[in-house]
């Protein structure tokens, strides 16, 4: 992985998971270097005290804001390294109009 993605990825992510507050800018550093999306798994933004009505379960409390967390959904796509970055940002778009009631964040799964 280049120095620029590596630097990116570090001061970005949001916990251990390839999990963006800015996907689009991720993808946009990811594809000018080289990289592809090999799948994505979305994760539902959510009050941890209101789990019980997201689309996801167990996940990732958000350390800047504790009170909330990334829930793991079962909602996921493989594979997707044969899509170019307006395909992965389309198929993002449909997923979130789709869910449009939760508040849905893709961690990706990446190749170089």
Do not use: H
């Amino acid at each position: 992985m280049n120095g620029e993605l590596s630097r990116y990825i570090a001061e970005n992510k949001v916990c251990s998971e390839l999990i963006f507050r800015d996907p689009k800018k991720f993808l946009d550093v990811l594809f000018a270097n080289g990289g592809k999306v090999e799948g994505i798994v979305w994760f539902d933004y959510c009050k941890i005290s209101e789990q019980g009505k997201s689309l996801g379960s167990g996940g990732y409390i958000d350390k800047q804001n504790s009170g909330y967390m990334w829930a793991e959904t079962q909602i996921f796509e493989y594979p997707l390294t044969d899509k170019s970055l307006e395909e992965v940002l389309e198929y993002m778009d449909g997923v979130r109009r789709e869910y449009s009631a939760y508040d849905l964040y893709p961690s990706f799964d990446i190749t170089e």
